[in-house]
Structure formats: C-alpha cells, structure tokens
C-alpha cells in the first residue's frame, strides 16, 4: 500500500506541474487555465487589461484547490475515511487538512473582495490605476495600443513581454508589470549565453534588462528575452536603453555562431610554425588584424572522411574564417552549422570546426 500511495502522490505532483507551469503538450492538448475559463475570461485582443485580471484571479483560486484535491483524491482511491474525521488523524494530517481547505476559502474571499466595485482592488487594477485617473481609463489606452499589429511581443506564454507604442507591459501566473515609456529608464543588467539548447545547435543568448520607472509607485521589474530579438525590441522603445556594464550583445545568428565558432577552435589546441617560417601577414578578410588560423586535419584519421589538411600558410583571422564558415552554410538550417563543413576560402580544401587552430607564435 505504500508503494501506490507513493505512485500517487508522484503522478499527482507531476501532473499539479503541468498545470501550474503547462508543457507544449498540455497547451496543444487546451489543458490551461485561458482554455478552462475561456468564456468567463473573454477575449484578450479585445479587452486586455480585464483579460488578465480575471486570468490572474482564476490561476489563483484553481491553484489553491490543488492541495485539496490531492487529499480528496486520496481519500477516494485508497478508501481512507478517516481524512474526512481528522480530529482523529495525526497532527501532520490535520495541518494539511487545515492547509488545503484554508487555501481555497481566502482565495476565494480575496477574489470576491478584488472583484468588487468592477475590480478596482485588484493588484492589476491598481497598477494601472497609478498611471491615471481611474484603471478603466488606462485599461482603454492599453487595449487599443494592443490591439495594433505593430506591438512587440515576446517571451514563453507564462511569461510575456509586450511592448506598445506607449507601454512596457509583463505577464506573470499572478500578476501584470505596466509602465509607462516616456516614465522608465531600462538598464542591460545581465547576459546569459547558452552553447547548445533543445531548438539550436548554435546556441542562444538571453538578455536581462531592468525596467525603472520614475513613478513612485510603480516598482522596478526585470524583463528578459532572446538577443536576436534584441533590434525589434530597441526600435519599439521612445527611450534609450543604458549598457553601464558593456555587454557585449550578439543579435544576429552569425554573431551567436561565432562566439560558439571560438569555443571550439580554442578547444582545439594550438597550431605551431615550423622554424624558418614566413611570419603571417594580415588577414586578407579584414587587413585589421594578423592572420592566426591554420587548417589542420583533426577530426578523423587522413585517409577518412571528406576533411583534409589544407596547404595553405596561415592567412585568416578567427573572425573572418568564423564568417566565411558561416556564409557557406544553409541559412535556413543553423541548428546544423556546428556539424557541417566548409572549402578553404583559398584553396577549397574541405574542413570542418574540428580542423580549426588558432596559430601559436612560438616555432619549433
């Protein structure tokens, strides 16, 4: 009996994960609280302040009923009576109890309270309230902005960033951040790059920025999103964004490819010039720098695969060759470019990453 009791506690905590935080397949599959509650919720296009503040009240109250259902459902698949006569369980059982049922009845008396007087306590409603003179009047500027296709829009469902032609705006499980362009300075805070995820091969860059509005009672919140949507997000902004910290921002997929394209050639040890050799000249990509690659077989055994050393002496730069790599791949497949392989820019010898060194100045 322990063991069920344990497969059930573990499926039921799964499936509570997939509710709180759905996976694609719970959304493809309509298992979310906008599909549950779909005809009370209305439509988010048209009314999209409302929209979230009843998202934001029923993701509360179906939260707050999980526990419950967890010892109701307990109760019903091990025929155990004596949950609904906790006065004669332990002292563990009886808090939970207590817990489970207390839950629903202040979420459910909170949100009767936010409802009243058309929702005008509710925390949405009241952050939008400190932009003017009633939240119903921003609300209408809101909806309107969001209902123009020019928006930016960005970030997983649960988490949302939207940008209109007057609002930074960002969706949560429980609440909404709203402020106002002309009243907030953003700041670059963070940069998180990430080599390999589950959509890309090349590798993705994040981007933190701190929202800080010069309304006293608007709080500082920090909104995140992916570097190549970095350029459309700038240019919906009436206010510049502040890089005190100078991150370097990679928003195009060859600049993420090339940081990734460094990586790997650095991993692959160094290339050493035989004494009596030319000292390389400058690159012929760029002229800015000296050329230090050198192409060199190492992936495979000589005599294997379509890789071979090339003869030519050193005569790019890691950033140009990085870019001619790039160039010579399928656009519309980067997930593949780490794998692929490229000619010599002078001699198309073929190579892939793993034949790129960087050229040491020290001879034999």
Known sequence: MASEEVIYTIAYML?????????NEFRAAGLTI?????????SEDIDFVRYHIKRS???????SFLPLGYLLGYAFCFSNSDLLQPWKLQLFWQISITVSILLPL?????????????WKKHPIALRASY???SWQSVA?????????????????????????????LQTSTYLMDIARQDDVHLNTIES????????STVGVQYISLNVISVNPNISQFTIRMNATEYGDFKAKLRTQIINVRNIIIQETITERFAEAFRQQVVSNGVYRLPAGSQEPDSCIGCMQVPANIKLTKLCDD???????????????????????FASRQSQDSPQNWMSSKSPCPTCRSKFCMLDVRLVAMTRY
């Not at 009240?57 to 939260?63: R, V």
């Open 15 to 23: 499936i509570s994960v997939c509710l709180v935080v759905p996976p």
């Open 34 to 42: 906008q599909n549950i509650f779909s005809d009370w919720l209305g």
């Open 57 to 63: 009240t029923a993701t509360i109250l179906f939260h």
């Open 106 to 118: 202040i979420s459910g008396i909170l949100s009767y309270y936010w409802s009243q007087n058309d």
């Open 131 to 133: 932009h003017g003179d």
């Open 140 to 168: 209408a500027i809101i909806d309107v902005e969001f209902r123009r296709i020019d928006k930016f829009q960005t970030g997983p469902p649960g988490r949302r960033v939207i940008v209109t032609d007057s609002w930074i």
């Open 192 to 199: 998180q790059n990430f080599n390999f995820t589950d959509e």
């Open 302 to 324: 000589n005599n294997v695969g379509d890789c071979v050393s090339c003869n030519c002496r050193p005569m790019w730069c890691l950033t140009c060759m990085s870019k001619w």
